[in-house]
């Protein structure tokens, strides 16, 4: 039997932008219902379990692929989406972005959106990360940039009394995250939204020009549930949202085209002391360079050894206490928008394994040559850091003993597919908004183009790959898309949260760490 | 036999092969029936028996002959209990990948994966599996699944000296250095 909701608006995703947009809702008064495919995970249900994290947090338990099983694509699969994987690191828009969206009709006003940022990083408490919650590694790296005259950065992140676990990416069990399921959900809950977890919607049903229903499962009992609204957003990421606009046959011209993502690897060094990395937070420092960001990234064991280049992994099984000599850093760079989300053809041969879209997505020249040149420098920085020797991420092991051995980079990643270990956690675009009616999937409003009551606000709105860590501007866009999709203007500042509660607590006014 | 000539040969068997397929069919399903039936008693969520035979052959070929600290079993149940753990197709592919490279060495007049030779595994893995955009990378993705319960084995992550943190007292100091940072 089929089981019916009813609300005045359906909110499907509870990620960064369905999480931000159901609080702008629930504020304005409006009732509101989100549909959450993954479970409503409290901190208190986490344990320091890395296949159960995986295997209950992350879409298909973290081993999504691209189409040609090239690249994993990390996305969360929880009530909060992928921020409750991430490691809240936060960025603004470049600039450079923000002219290049407008050129193509996406406008964000210069001054809306950073007041937007504003209060978004009030909600979330970001701050730079102190000094004491760095692991171990972040010291040979700031060492090693010193050393070449470079400039280590060190990230701001959303968080509160954050005891520097290192465990980020498996979902925070001390509750200190400032995802979205600490903040704008149960904000949102408490002003009366409805979160309806376990849940995932199959279809959109259309009937002249408006969204009448949508067509979801029940995935506990596997029963049908069809929720009928007034208004529609979808805000599943940018591989779900576009799925279900092919599914549903709308605009199946153009949905899922122009996706992008910010793709990257691991590069790994070993130090002749230990290290133990994993005592602090995995993300500390970071530099900027031509075409590509050098992140500091390193994970707990299962994960690091997941994560790494092939033949590190090996060398790590037959000495496992080298885990502690090793760390890792990332190099993440932007793809044009060349990417496409598709649904295999064959889905309906094989529907428990294919049945599903997929990222049809390949490094481009421009990202791997970026990334090549990046991890150039990255070898040499490690090395100025007093690194013994670094393993280029290629999927035998080369070791970089010397400067001079860097230049080998060129030849051993001239084949994108030597890359090991490459992915991306930041998948963008696939429901564009643009001014162009035969070429974008939304109107500048985030309309669905030809129909009036349903609106995309995730990641997949973007052109193109905002080229940082995009967790940040997709909670700005969706603060300020509320213009269009709640009807009015979003609030000048956002007084509650957990950040909020502790500022004024301690009557302090800023991020209080 | 150079290998092209053995893939060649191979695909020319599976065309003369083919008016045989009809009654092959029906074969491979009770197989596949039984391959059922055996993981319910061999207590397996996800894994049939002959998959956990391909990802131990695997791990021997991959990482080292020798077991990991925790032995097989641990191994093998930790693939089974991620899996079992996992919603969505990706399950339905991984097990795919894993028969598949099962199978994937008669394509090449060779034997099932795990009942090659160590040292044709290593082969086969090298220069077969991992050849970036070769017809038979794709089942290289298999190897996470070995990784995975390779360091998922307990008694490996303690040897690595990885541990799990801030518990008991050190998380109740870094709490309280905590307080003290957020009221400067």
């Known amino acids: ?513 | 036999m150079p290998e092209r000539l053995r893939t060649a040969v191979a695909f020319a068997l599976l065309a003369l092969s083919l008016p045989l397929w009809p009654v092959a069919l029906p074969a491979t399903a009770l197989w596949a029936r039984r391959e059922r039936r055996r993981r319910r008693s061999s207590g397996y969520a996800v894994l049939w028996p002959s998959m956990a035979r391909t990802l131990v052959a695997h791990a021997e070929a991959w990482i080292g002959s020798a077991p990991p600290p925790s032995g097989w079993g641990v191994y093998v149940r930790n693939v089974d209990r991620y899996l079992s753990l996992v919603r969505g197709p990706s399950v339905g592919l991984q097990v795919a990948l894993l028969v598949a490279m099962e199978y994937a060495p008669l394509l090449t007049l060779r034997g099932r994966f795990s009942r090659l030779p160590l040292g044709t595994r290593r082969h086969l893995l090298a220069r077969r599996y991992l050849v970036p955009g070769g017809l038979l990378s794709p089942l290289a993705w298999s190897r996470q699944l070995v990784r995975l319960g390779w360091h998922a084995d307990p008694e490996t992550r303690r040897r690595s000296g990885h541990a799990f943190r801030p518990e008991g007292r050190e998380r109740r100091t870094l709490r309280a250095r905590t307080a003290t940072v957020a009221v400067a």
């Open chain 1, 1 to 513: 039997m089929t089981r019916e909701l009813r609300s005045r608006f359906a909110v499907v995703g509870s990620g960064a932008g369905g999480a931000v947009t159901a609080y702008l809702l629930a504020r304005a008064g409006e009732p509101v219902v989100v549909l959450e495919r993954g479970a409503w995970v409290r901190p208190a249900d986490l344990r320091p379990d890395e296949p159960h994290a995986l295997a209950t947090l992350y879409q298909d338990g973290g081993a999504q692929l691209t189409r040609d099983l090239s690249m994993t694509v990390l996305q969360g699969r929880c009530v909060g989406g992928s921020t409750v994987v991430s490691n809240v690191v936060c960025f603004r828009m470049p600039e450079a972005v923000r002219r290049r969206f407008a050129a193509g009709g996406f406008e964000l006003p210069a001054a809306d959106l950073a007041a937007a940022y504003d209060v978004v990083e009030s909600v979330l408490n970001v701050h730079e990360i102190p000094a004491d919650r760095l692991n171990p590694a972040a010291e040979r790296l700031e060492a090693g940039l010193r050393a070449l005259g470079l400039e280590a950065r060190r990230f701001r992140h959303a968080s509160l009394d954050c005891v520097g676990c290192g465990e980020c990416n498996l979902g925070c069990r001390f509750g200190a995250k400032l995802d979205a399921s600490r903040t704008w959900i149960p904000m949102a809950v408490r002003r009366g939204a409805v979160v309806v977890p376990g849940v995932a919607v199959n279809r959109v049903e259309v009937e002249r020009g408006r969204v009448v229903a949508l067509h979801a499962t029940d995935l506990a009992k596997g029963t049908p549930v069809r929720v009928v609204a007034d208004r529609y957003v979808l805000a599943g990421g940018a591989i779900a949202t576009p799925e279900l606009l092919l599914r549903s046959g709308i605009l199946a011209d153009r949905a899922g085209t122009r996706a992008s993502m910010n793709a990257g690897a691991m590069m790994v060094a070993e130090f002749p002391a230990p290290l133990d990395a994993f005592r602090g937070l995995q993300m500390g420092v970071y530099h900027e360079t031509d075409g590509a960001t050098i992140e500091q990234d390193h994970n707990p064991y299962l994960s690091f050894c997941l994560t790494q280049p092939v033949g590190v992994d090996r060398l790590a099984a037959a000495r496992p206490d080298l885990y502690r000599h090793l760390t890792s850093v990332g190099v993440l760079a932007p793809t044009p928008p060349e990417g496409r989300v598709r649904l295999p053809r064959l889905r309906a041969l094989l529907p428990r394994a294919l049945d599903r879209a997929v990222l049809d997505a390949r490094l481009p020249e421009v990202t791997r040559a970026a990334m090549v040149k990046a991890y150039a420098l990255l070898a040499r920085i490690y090395l100025a850091g007093g690194a013994t020797r670094v393993f280029a991420p290629t999927h035998e092991v080369h070791e970089l003993r010397r400067p001079d051995d860097v230049g080998r980079l060129d030849a051993l990643l001239a084949d994108p597919r030597a890359i090991s270990g490459l992915g991306t956690a930041h998948p963008q675009g696939g429901s564009p908004i643009g001014d162009d009616d035969r070429r974008d999937v939304l109107t500048p409003e985030f309309r669905v183009r030809g129909l009036d009551n349903c609106f995309v606000v995730d990641a997949s709105v973007f052109p193109a790959s905002v080229e940082v860590n995009p967790l940040l501007s997709v909670m700005a866009v969706a603060y300020l898309a509320s213009r269009h999709v709640v009807g009015r203007a979003p609030p000048a500042a956002i007084e509650e949260g957990p950040a909020h509660d502790r500022r004024r607590a301690l009557g302090l006014g800023a991020a209080v760490g």
